[in-house]
């Protein structure tokens, strides 16, 4: 019962506060052993990615009042139905007993009792996983707004494919460190360790679990590889970063992408880095110091306001944006956005895009990112600067086609080619 308990004040801190799950592990999880700590991680994005469905579900086959109730009322109910529903393990009653026990300590007699009485139905409730995977659910897993705009953005076929995509449990994928060691050599080392790993198409320097937690390996701790989805180092390889050449990377937290610059270049990029969070300070170094490389300077300022004595051959901007790429991996991160931000963010995106180009020598490279899906993010910022700025026209790269959509522009699509959403825009300077 303690892990359900935690479960369900987890959702309700997740929906009150608009927090990332994520930033909740630090506070969570030290207490759990390896098991717990998996099954409270699978409960929670279980919940954000079908608790609509659960209250279809509920409203219509028991109790069309269910969404009347008092709001901790009706998120028991949803954290047992998903559990319930969607983790096969939790089919017997002891779901039941545990979130009944769970209201009369935290909620109280009365709504428990109302508790009791729908979750003893919902175990009558008879339905498989063709009816509860059906179209018609996943199209309930997204709030209205975000499934307008995917439809929008990309043909029918595509636009769903993208949400049955985004119901998916994702897979753990590690970018061997070549500046350490080679994927072959990894490969075997992992072995040793039994973790079994396979190679990802179109990123020849990723690798994907098969069997084995990478985490707790001593390999991750002598900082042989790197834990990042594959369509994230994208931004990197559309930069092309060279030896020598000055980088600034803009958004540089949590040092992902700056460290696969260094590790591409063998560690010999003179190095800048900058982010809006003095927290993410410690992380960064951490991050650089394990993976053995190592930057010129740091610095924390607002992105859309960066100064700098400094010019460089190319920048880096992996923009603040909705995250809407990854809502597979962050499902809570479809249900603590609006529309409203969205527009705030494209300002802000095209400020830190022109004030990114203040910095750049002639001849030199931006390339803007996001892991957004939406084109006014993506394509539509990148139009809007080429229009303000007509010292910058958009860059080819070779190697790409399997992204691109336009010369210069690059976009890896959840519903086409089965990976976290990513976009990378490469702009030169010519004057």
Known sequence: ?????????????????????????????????????????NLV?????????????????????????????????????????????????????????IAKKTLGLHPSKYINAILRKMTELKLGEDELNSMDNILLSHPEWIKDRIFKYSPKEVAENI??????????????????????ELVELLKIENIEVKNVEYFPDFLKMIKGNPIHSKLFDEGMFYIQDPSHSMPVLVLQPKKNEKILDLCSAPGGKATYIQELTKNKTKLFLNDISQKKK????????????????????????????????????DAPCSGSGNFRRHPE????KDEEQIELLKKLQLDILKRASKYVKKGGVIVYSTCSIFNDENNEIVEKFLEYDQDYILDNVEGFDTFKISDGMF??????HHYEGSFAARIKRIR
């Open 282 to 317: 410690k992380l960064i170094i951490n991050n650089f110091k394990r993976l053995g490389v190592d930057f010129n300077k740091l610095t924390f300022q607002e992105a859309e306001k960066f100064q700098s004595f400094d010019e460089f051959d190319k920048v880096l901007i």
């Open 1 to 41: 019962m303690k892990l359900r308990s935690i479960f369900y004040k987890t959702v309700i801190k997740v929906f009150n506060s608009g927090m990332m799950f994520e930033s909740l592990y630090p506070e969570l999880l030290p207490d759990l052993n390896e098991r717990d700590k998996r099954q409270l991680i």
């Open 411 to 416: 976009a890896v699509n959840p519903g086409t």
């Open 333 to 336: 991160s479809r249900w603590n």
């Open 163 to 184: 949400l049955k995509f985004n119901q998916s449990i994702p897979s753990l994928y590690i970018r061997v460190n070549n500046y350490k060691t080679t994927k072959k």
């Open 45 to 101: 994005n279980q919940f954000f990615r079908n608790f609509p469905i659960v209250e279809n579900i509920l409203i219509n086959k028991i109790d069309k009042k269910i969404d009347k109730q008092k709001f901790k009322v009706s998120m028991l109910l949803l954290c047992a139905g998903v559990e319930y529903f969607y983790l096969n393990s939790s089919k017997d009653y002891a779901v039941v007993n545990d979130y009944v026990n």
